[in-house]
Nanobody, 126 residues
Framework: VQLQASGGGLVQAGVSLRLSCAAS????????MGWFRQAPGKEREFVAA????????SYADSVKGRFTISRDNSRNRVYLQMNSLKPEDTAVYYC????????????????????WGQGTQVTVSS
């Protein structure tokens, strides 16, 4: 599978952005998906994940209540709606596809060795 993230940009604190991840070469409808991010000089961190069916999601505490992950299996896409952005959200955001078929629970630890796409830069100014 190939994953391409898009939708990043330079925004002011408080606004919203929606990231999109387009998958190609394989359908993602039977696989969990997620988002990670990496800020300069920091380790990569888990942001959000969604099961293959879309019925369960998980979030990092730092984004809970502000970010929403969703998916459209008919379009082979996953989204990350980011509201109330903060300067500390500045990072390169990556989407990841799980390697396991229809895993019932998906989170950061399950996705670490998944398929990674190219990232999209999000910069939030104060």
């Amino acid at each position: 599978v190939q994953l391409q993230a898009s939708g990043g940009g330079l925004v002011q604190a408080g606004v919203s952005l929606r990231l999109s991840c387009a998958a190609s070469r394989r359908t993602i409808s039977n696989y969990g998906m997620g988002w990670f991010r990496q800020a300069p000089g920091k380790e990569r961190e888990f942001v959000a994940a969604i099961t293959w069916s879309g019925t369960a999601t998980s979030y990092a505490d730092s984004v809970k209540g502000r970010f929403t992950i969703s998916r459209d299996n008919s379009r082979n896409r996953v989204y990350l709606q980011m509201n109330s952005l903060k300067p500390e959200d500045t990072a390169v955001y990556y989407c990841v596809a799980d390697r396991q078929f229809r895993r019932p629970v998906v989170g950061g630890s399950q996705l670490t060795d998944g398929f990674w796409g190219q990232g999209t830069q999000v910069t939030v100014s104060s």
